[in-house]
């Protein structure tokens, strides 16, 4: 089970609240308008400190496994839905979800569906915007192929780095087996993720619906 907060934020937890601390013991021994000041700038830290637990928060989740459904691998809005080619692992057209994450929403990136990662592929790139749609092809991105537990289904998932987000974190390698549902990275401080499925899908959201990893179904495979 994991932590309610994901391991990859307690770096800025501690830094955050040793800063609050000692902006705090400052204040403690200021007078004056320098006070005022310190006092001021230890609130300020330790509202950063409640910020990061927030945004690095890791809830659980009942997953309504469905071997025929693919499940969102983030949470967010969706603000894209359309035919597109992904020519890296699938090598064809297929449909395109692209999901918004903004600094609000839980961070954590869930596998769609059942199976096995087949691919993965890092791309360097840059760190527009990600409610831009350059952002799908120029920004840093990590793109996961995985084929479904019966061979026959193939998916990807692609993490893309944002403005605010510097760091992709993926915690799986090709081999691994995944269930659906199952954490595999995040994305730091606001980004965007993407889901590739065959043409074939009945997507089942639309444009500005909120969707949750590992709980709302994008499609139904076919």
């Not at 391991?7 to 005022?36: D, H, K, V």
């Not at 730091?188 to 889901?195: D, H, K, Q, V």
Request: glycine share 8%; charged share 20%; with cysteine.
């Amino acid at each position: 089970m994991a932590s309610a907060i994901a391991r990859e934020g307690y770096p800025f937890l501690i830094f955050s609240l040793i800063t609050a601390i000692i902006l705090f013991i400052i204040s403690s021994m200021a007078q004056g308008n320098w006070l005022i000041i310190w006092r001021a700038l230890s609130v300020i830290g330790f509202l950063f400190a409640l910020f990061t637990a927030y945004f690095f928060r890791d809830p659980e989740r009942i997953v309504p496994y469905d071997d025929n459904a693919l499940l969102s691998p983030a949470d967010g809005t969706i603000i894209d839905i359309r035919e597109v080619e992904e020519p890296l692992y699938l090598k064809e057209n297929v449909k395109r979800v692209s999901i918004f994450m903004s600094p609000f929403n839980v961070h954590i990136n869930r596998t769609p569906l059942t199976g096995v990662i087949d691919f993965v592929h890092y791309h360097p790139g840059k760190f527009l915007s990600a409610f831009k749609e350059k952002a799908s092809l120029d920004n840093e991105s990590i793109l996961i192929g995985i084929r479904d537990s019966k061979g026959v289904q193939k998916i990807a998932v692609k993490l893309i780095a944002g403005l605010i987000a510097r760091r992709i974190v993926f915690n799986k390698k090709p081999g691994d087996a995944l269930r659906q549902g199952e954490r595999m990275g995040m994305i730091r401080f606001g980004s965007r993720a993407e889901l590739f499925c065959p043409l074939s899908t009945e997507i089942c959201i639309k444009n500005g619906d909120t969707v949750n990893g590992g709980l709302t179904v994008i499609g139904i495979l076919k």
